[in-house]
Structures are given as C-alpha cells and as structure tokens.
C-alpha cells in the first residue's frame, strides 16, 4: 500500500507541471489537446513494443477503453481553456474540485451510498478554493470552464477504476489516447470553426514542450495514476490530486509571476485543500488495515 501511495505522490508531482505547459505552449486549448494525445499514441506505442505488451483485444473492448479516453481529452480541453482565458492559478486549483465531484458522481453511477466524510472533505477543498480566489469576477470565465474541466475528470477517473481491475495500465492508456485522437480530432473542424487558431502547425518551441508534455505528463503520469487505482479508490486518488495546485502555483509565481499578492486567506486556503488530503488518506489506510485478514471483526 505504502508503495501505491508513493506512485500517486509522483503522478501528482508530474501533474503539476501540466498547467505550466499549458501555458507555455502557444496553440489553443483544442489543438493543443489534440497534439497531446497525438504524439502521447506515439509514445505509448514505443513503449508497448519496448514492453512487448499484447494488443490483442476484442474489437468491442478497444472501443469501451477509447470512449473513456474522451472524458480525460474533454477534461484536458476545458482545463486549457481555462488557463488561456485566466491564469495557471485558477485552472489547477479548480481541479481540486474534481474530488467533490467524484463524491457526488461515484455513488450515483456505482449505485453505491453518499459517504459523509467524502461531502466533507469535499466541503473544505471548495472552503479552500473560495479563501484563495474570492471567486474573483475577472476571472468568471476560467473558473466556469475550470469548474467543467473537473468535472469531467472526475467521471474520467471513476470509468477508469473499473478498467484498472482487468487491463494492463499501458494498454489503457495506449487505446484511451487512440480513441482521445480520433474522437478529438473527428470534432476538430466544427472546432476550428467556432473558435479559428492562426496556425494549425506548431513552432519548434511548440513541439518540443508538446512531446515533453504527451511523454511525462501524460503518458508516464497516466501509467502511475492507473497503476494506483489498483489499490487506491477513485475518490482518494481524486483527492490525493487536489495538491497539484500546491506544486502549479509555486511555479507559476516563481517563473510566470502572474501578478497575485500572497496573503493570509491563500496559505489558509491551501490548507484547507492539504489538510483535506492528509485526512482522507489517514482514513483510507485506517479501512485498509481493517480489511486485511486477521483484521477488524
């Protein structure tokens, strides 16, 4: 268990520098979407081959996984959007709400109960996020689509759980980004047409931060978040991810100075959102040690 932990500490570490990219990269939210899963198809593939992991599944399962690799495109497409139309801040630390969101979504879709200590740890990340951001008006947009983003990760994460219990992490990944893909790119033109991007292409700058980002950010990340949910649940894995922000803003404010005064209300905010971590993985390995064998009643 301690080594599942450790994975997903790693996997969140990476995931912080997923905002920073986003920023860096000069492509809309959509293309750059699109060439994140497009070269992540191709690295999956060296590693699959690398690996010599078998392919060979049935018509019908490689679809069920490429559909759940458009939840996360989709999150990663409203993510981005609300970076480019706010700031690095906003977009990660409205992923933190992707936790509340799976305490709602999981037992409505697993047919399971609301569980209480999931609402409440959920209430103080979004207690947390109102400290830090105030909901600042300037920045309504961002937060909408930040709102949306997580969301969708949410239910991402929850589909995911169920396919970690029978597939390899690579093999989920590989299809999932195949199916991100074509599924992107099949909406692309009806995209483009509503939102027009000045190049189709990107520079070499562009390029470079893109494989980068599809390598470790999102094929290495992705492999270690599916190989957590093995024996973590979707909601403390959700959870565990709520201190990306932590690691984004930092960065953000050390190397973008995005211009935000740090005062009381934003270290008692992110506080909040630790602090909501740290009990829910006390309180995950507290059920574990009682469910080993020998354990509880």
Not at 54 to 83: C, P, Q
Not at 187 to 216: C, K, N, R, V, W
Request: aromatic letters at 16%.
């Amino acid at each position: 268990m301690k080594k599942s932990y450790l994975i997903l500490h790693i996997a969140v570490i990476l995931a912080g520098f997923t905002g920073i990219f986003g920023k860096l990269i000069s492509l809309n939210e959509g293309l750059l979407t699109w060439y994140r899963v497009f070269f992540s198809v191709i690295w999956l593939l060296l590693i699959i081959k690398i690996y010599k992991v078998n392919t060979s599944l049935a018509l019908r399962e490689k679809f069920d996984i490429g559909k759940i690799g458009m939840l996360i495109t989709i999150h990663w497409v409203f993510f981005y959007g609300s970076i480019k139309y706010s700031n690095i801040s906003i977009g990660v630390v409205c992923y933190s709400l992707t936790s509340f969101f799976t305490a709602v979504f999981e037992p409505l879709i697993n047919g399971k109960k609301f569980v209480f200590t999931e609402l409440l740890l959920s209430a103080l990340t979004l207690f947390g996020i109102a400290l830090i951001f105030h909901f600042d008006a300037a920045y309504q947009l961002g937060i909408t689509l930040g709102v949306i983003s997580s969301a969708f990760a949410a239910l991402y994460t929850i589909y995911n759980e169920r396919l970690v219990r029978t597939y390899d992490s690579k093999l989920i990944n590989y299809y999932q980004m195949i199916g991100g893909t074509i599924g992107l790119g099949l909406l692309m033109p009806l995209y483009l047409y509503y939102f027009p991007a000045e190049t189709l292409i990107p520079g070499i700058s562009d390029t470079l931060y893109l494989l980068l980002l599809s390598l470790f950010c999102t094929v290495i990340l992705y492999i270690l978040f599916a190989e957590s949910l093995k024996r973590i649940s979707a909601f403390t894995v959700n959870l565990s991810f709520n201190l990306e922000p932590i690691y984004a803003i930092v960065i953000a404010f050390l190397f973008f100075d995005e211009g935000r005064q740090v005062n009381a209300s934003f270290y008692i905010g992110l506080a909040f959102v630790a602090a909501s971590v740290i009990f829910q993985t006390l309180i995950s390995q507290k059920k574990n040690r009682l469910h080993q064998p020998g354990a509880g009643h």
